[in-house]
């Protein structure tokens, strides 16, 4: 009780000058558009003692207005339905006198808006950190309104990548034969140091003014959609960043999860399904904060949780998203976030939605997609289209270290994680990885070219929707137990103080945006590029791997096998994680060819006879087979 006092007392006190005195300084969402399945927009206009006006107006029907304890800020709900795209005045008046007027516009939609289609099992991902990324508008590295500054010299400092280094690069990435581009958050993040991951956002209507302005943001997806690719948005709607604007003076105490005093989350998410869990732990599962520098929202307030809902929704329409990509999802208040989600697919019913769901258990990770049948157990739905298969990266992990097959080792792994998508309600629609910006960097762990093209060819091929993550392809590593930013490095060549560059080949030493020549990749580089580009090129134009039937067959000598079959076409996989040669009698796996007699590998353009008594694979080897 006395906490709330205390803020009653700060949020009044702040409160000094009078409203006609003090001007409106935020307008959130600072404009809508018309035809919206979201047609009642609730508007959070910031101004001190804001509170204090009357909001009307002629032209827009206003169903409700909110207050708070804190005089500084009132929400205004307002109707749009039927409402052509123009600009429509709200006044603010104390009795009979007009003392603030807002000119509110709602724009006009993009054609086909609502039924755009997202991201799905025909894309490949490529995973990358805007501020490692690539430096293309020096100008931009430090910013007047930011306190932290561009040091490159800090492994954990800002280094000055940003929007137009990607764009930049675009042809590179569409070269590789990725299909879409997910970025980790581009919204301002405001803290003094370690900003530069920006998942601790002090403005969720602002792009961070080291990456680019919103402007450019919107130029960079429109560039993406004209080279093929699409953008996917990561969002947090979990928490945000110590230094948001709004804890300098919150619409009300219960805006964030206050404790009072500091209270961080268990971790354990199991804690939303288990059918045997304390109060406590669930409490601070859910309200606990992540880290001390991001506080935790509470969704279960209605304005908080419609902030985020239209947020996101904002962002999807201005930019022209073509997915989102959720932080921290399972973190969230379980009711809430559910709402969130399903608010937005609502909007968007095509669009895709892929949540962190970072749980060990097949079980635990279903549970969070949409329809899932673990959660209807409990009558619950996410309304989340996919989930992240972290139990593949963990059997990943593992299998690659066991050169040698156990009844549960080695590529027993995958299988074993493959037997279990009964549990999930669209395993196709599954992102499937095997290294994120969290995680070891799997070239650190397995430094050989052969382990890449095993793990490679094995998300490339398996069902679900697959990821790389930026510098895989040229064999970047780095440790994370020495820091996150080690696995985080800056991608050589994106930088003009830079004497090499991975973006373009040794023996094509173009410019790379700033007049200068020098050297490419090296030649171990070149080996990882080149095999990533053919099988990722070979995959672009193959619906039988974007979502045809998986067969797979029971590992022996550590060498696993499968098949994708769609109508009458049919690719058998063969990954031999066995660090010998091993002989294979393929008759075993006749039920796979359809028929077929032959098949020639795409990697090495092998011809494989379907009718031989015996084929001799070689060690550390996969293989691609198209049947004919």
């Known amino acids: 009780m006395k906490n709330f006092i205390l803020f009653l007392f700060l949020v009044i006190g702040s409160s000094i000058a009078h409203a006609k005195d003090a ?54 709900k307002i109707e749009t339905q039927g409402k052509d795209a123009g600009n429509y005045d709200i006044h603010f008046s104390r009795g009979k006198k007009r003392v603030h007027t807002i000119s509110y516009m709602l724009k006009q939609r993009r054609e086909n808006s609502a039924a755009r289609m997202g991201f799905n099992s025909s894309d490949v991902i490529y995973l990358l950190m805007p501020d490692r990324f690539a430096n293309g508008n020096l100008s931009n590295d430090s910013d007047a309104s930011t306190k932290e500054k561009a040091d490159r010299s800090l492994p954990g400092g800002r280094h000055g990548g940003d929007l137009q280094g990607i764009a930049d690069h675009l042809n590179y990435i569409k070269e590789l034969g990725a299909t879409a581009i997910w970025s980790t958050p581009l919204l301002e993040d405001n803290d003094a140091e370690y900003s530069y991951h920006t998942y601790g956002q002090s403005d969720l209507y602002r792009v961070d003014p080291r990456y680019g302005a919103n402007e450019e943001f919107c130029s960079l997806v429109s560039k993406c959609h004209q080279n093929g690719l699409k953008m996917i948005m990561d969002v947090v709607p979990n928490h945000w960043g ?19 005093g500091y209270g961080q989350t268990n971790y354990r998410t199991s804690t939303h399904m288990d059918n045997h869990r304390s109060a406590r732990d669930t409490y601070y599962c859910e309200d606990g904060w992540f880290v001390r520098s991001m506080p935790d929202l509470n969704q279960r307030n209605p304005l908080v949780l419609n902030y985020l809902i239209q947020n996101t929704i904002w962002w999807i329409e201005y930019a022209d998203l073509d997915g989102i990509r959720i932080d921290t999802y399972s973190f969230n208040d379980k009711e809430a976030i559910a709402e969130w989600t399903k608010q937005i697919m609502n909007e968007y019913p095509n669009l895709n939605m892929v949540g962190e769901i970072w ?39 593992g299998a ?38 969290d995680t070891q960097r799997f070239n650190e762990i397995f430094p050989s070219l052969s382990d890449y093209k095993l793990v490679l060819t ?13 510098g895989s392809e040229i064999g970047m590593a780095g440790k994370k137990e020495v820091g996150d930013a080690d696995i985080r490095q800056d991608f050589p060549g994106g930088w003009p103080a830079d004497n090499v560059t991975a973006f373009v080949a040794e023996d094509n030493k173009e410019t790379t945006g700033f007049d200068r020549k020098v050297a490419g990749r090296t030649a171990e580089q070149e080996a990882y590029h080149a095999f990533t580009k053919k099988l990722l090129n070979w995959r672009k134009n193959n619906a039988v791997i974007h979502t045809g039937k998986m067969i797979h067959f029971i590992p022996e000598n550590n060498v696993y096998v499968y098949f994708r079959i769609l109508d009458n076409k049919a690719v058998m996989v063969i990954i031999n994680n066995s660090a010998l040669e091993q002989n294979m009698n393929p008759s075993r796996f006749s039920e796979g060819f359809l028929g077929l007699t032959s098949g020639t590998d795409i990697l090495s353009s092998e011809t494989f006879d379907l009718n031989a008594s015996n084929w001799t694979l070689k060690a550390k080897t996969s293989y691609v087979i198209e049947l004919r």
């Open 23 to 76: 001007p409106i300084d935020r307008v959130e969402p600072a404009f809508w558009w018309a035809g919206m399945a979201h047609h009642q927009v609730e508007i959070m206009v910031h101004g001190t003692g804001i509170s204090e006006l009357i909001p009307s107006s002629d032209q827009l029907l206003i169903l409700g207005v909110t207050r708070t304890e804190n005089p500084n800020y009132v929400f205004i």
């Open 242 to 260: 110590a230094a948001h604007w709004m804890m300098n003076d919150l619409p009300t105490y219960e805006w964030i999860h206050q404790f009072p």
């Open 359 to 397: 749980l060990h258990d097949q079980a635990q990770i279903s549970y969070w997609q949409k329809d899932s049948p673990i959660a209807a157990i409990q009558d619950y739905n996410t309304n989340l289209p996919s989930v992240m298969d972290f139990t593949l990266h963990d059997a990943i992990l």
């Open 400 to 437: 690659f270290k066991e050169n040698e097959q156990g009844w549960d080792k080695g590529v027993v792994r995958f299988f074993d994680n493959f037997s279990n998508d009964f549990l999930y309600k669209d395993p196709q629609n599954l992102l499937v990885f095997f290294e994120n910006h």
């Open 458 to 470: 094995l998300i490339s091929t398996c069902r679900g929707i697959p990821q790389i993550y930026y």
